[in-house]
């Protein structure tokens, strides 16, 4: 840990080395980032995005604070990052204008005025072009954990710009979805809110920023299994038995390691797991218990054939009867769990591609 860190309770940065405090909402969400002399203060909209913010000043030590600017975000869709920015009361707008692949092309004003964002291979803005020939290029330049080189004015998009990831913040730290991001640590710094995202609650991509993302602060192994668990159940629900079962044990798997790490929501993959289980085991146990009467009562028995003959039949109108009563249920089971499972899984994936776009969705 490194000298003056502070956390609270639950695990969030509140007083960075440098000083800076740091100040959440109950979603752990930043609320307000102070220094010794500038103060940044966000609101939330209904989706729980940050709506808007003010920043001021101090001279006196933080006793009085003056206002210097006032922005909101103004969202297009259910993704976290904003379409156009109210950038003062005046009404200046900026508008952030995606190309094809949906990352960020340029920025325009309602004036017209255009500014290219020319990225690198991994979605950095290195230059700001504007089609006015008369204002100056901006060249930006940052590490590969997002640190900018020495001479680098801030800029709100510059590292991951493409993405939208802004930092504009009075301490430089990245807005990373739905926790801050401390480029000079290469840490978030709240905890993961999905366990075991991945290897500790406050890394950044397993020390591979060039080859990783984190977009929206909640990157992880876990997910990519639970799709993978998503689509064995589907398989299973056109008769892949095998995949079911492999499904049913991931869930089983993943429902564990999210009890432990405190994730209520594991406790319905281990019902789902248990459930397809039982259901299997109606099944293979009405299988062995024939399988053990029709041994006992074999053919060919001297003295005893017409004796085992009627006993056999017995124990198949007994495993009819079974089959009726209790393996057919486990059929049922079996499909209920996997039009269940996948639901639920689709669901998630479902509301993860609307939050995020389908390109920060796949990371």
């Known amino acids: 840990m490194n000298a003056g860190i502070v956390y609270d309770a639950f695990g969030r940065t509140t007083t960075q080395a440098s000083g800076a405090t740091i100040g959440y909402y109950t979603n752990d969400l930043v609320r307000q980032q102070t220094t010794v002399t500038s103060r940044q203060t966000w609101t939330l909209d209904a989706a729980q995005r940050l709506a808007a913010w003010t920043t001021e000043s101090t001279a006196d030590g933080g006793a009085t604070w003056t206002q210097t600017g006032a922005k909101t975000n103004h969202y297009g869709s259910g993704s976290d990052s904003p379409d156009w920015i109210k950038e003062d ?63 680098i004015a801030a800029s709100r998009y510059g590292w991951i710009g493409s993405k939208q990831r802004s930092s504009e913040t009075v301490t430089g730290a990245i807005l ?39 977009l929206d602060g909640r990157f992880g192994w876990g997910k990519w299994i639970d799709r993978v668990g998503t689509g064995l159940a589907i398989a299973g629900m056109f008769g892949c038995a095998a995949c079911s079962a492999i ?98 899984g689709l669901y998630g994936e479902h509301r993860s591609y609307r939050q995020q776009g389908w390109r920060r969705w796949l990371r």
């Open 176 to 214: 990373m979805g739905v926790r801050l991001y401390d480029q000079a640590l290469g840490r978030f710094l709240s905890v993961d809110p999905i366990a075991g995202g991945n290897a500790n609650a406050y890394e950044y991509c397993t020390a591979d920023p060039v080859n990783c993302y984190d």
């Open 89 to 151: 009361t005046a009404g200046v707008i900026s508008r952030n204008v995606q190309g094809s692949s949906g990352d960020l092309d340029a920025i325009t004003s309602a004036t017209g005025d255009t500014v290219l964002q020319l990225t690198n291979i991994h979605g950095d803005v290195t230059v700001q072009l504007p089609l006015d020939t008369t204002k100056p290029v901006v060249a930006l330049a940052h590490d590969e954990y997002g640190n900018p080189e020495a001479g």
């Open 247 to 344: 499904s049913a044990g991931i869930s089983l798997g993943r429902g564990i390691y999210k009890v432990r790490h405190g994730d209520r929501t594991g406790w319905m993959d281990i019902a789902g797991s248990a459930t397809f289980g039982a259901g299997k085991g109606f099944r293979y146990a009405g299988r062995f218990w024939k399988g053990r009467k029709m041994a006992r009562y074999a053919k060919g028995v001297r003295g005893s054939g017409r004796y085992n003959k009627r006993m056999r039949s017995r124990a198949a109108k007994a495993n009819r009867r079974y089959h009726h009563h209790y393996t057919r249920r486990a059929d049922g089971i079996d499909r209920w769990y996997g039009g269940a499972s996948t639901a639920y």
